[in-house]
């Protein structure tokens, strides 16, 4: 199991630009395929995206080209990037690491856009 601790979420104003952080402890960082969900009240958890030990992403239709996910895997963070904000991106975003065998959660942070 993988501790992850996310930050940066609180209230912003539609349009607005809100980053989340999340780290890591694991030695294994760069082997891992880091994601953030989120979870908005009365809704199932969606996959917003994910970043590859290589790099590569893939986003949620609903938050291309407004969200960028990234990872430094010097420091074991991953980052969403949230720009242009809307009210429906109102969430519990989560931070998700998984391996072959296993996966991981955060805690989850708040996001409220509002208008």
């Known amino acids: 199991q993988v501790e992850l601790v996310e930050s940066g979420g609180g209230l912003v104003q539609a349009g607005g630009s809100r980053r989340l952080s999340c780290e890591a402890s694991?030695?294994?960082?760069?082997?891992?395929?880091m994601s953030w969900y989120r979870q908005a009240p009365g809704k199932q958890r969606e996959l917003v995206a994910t970043?590859?030990?290589?790099?590569?992403?893939n986003y949620h239709d609903s938050v291309k080209g407004r969200f960028t996910i990234s990872r430094d895997n010097a420091k074991n963070m991953v980052y969403l990037q949230m720009n242009s904000l809307k009210l429906e991106d109102t969430a519990v975003y989560y931070c998700?690491?998984?391996?072959?065998?296993?996966?991981?959660w955060g805690q989850g942070t708040q996001v409220t856009v509002s208008s």
């Open positions: 970043v590859r030990s290589v790099g590569n992403t």
């Open positions: 694991t030695s294994s960082f760069s082997r891992l395929v």
């Open positions: 998700n690491a998984r391996s072959p065998l296993t996966q991981s």
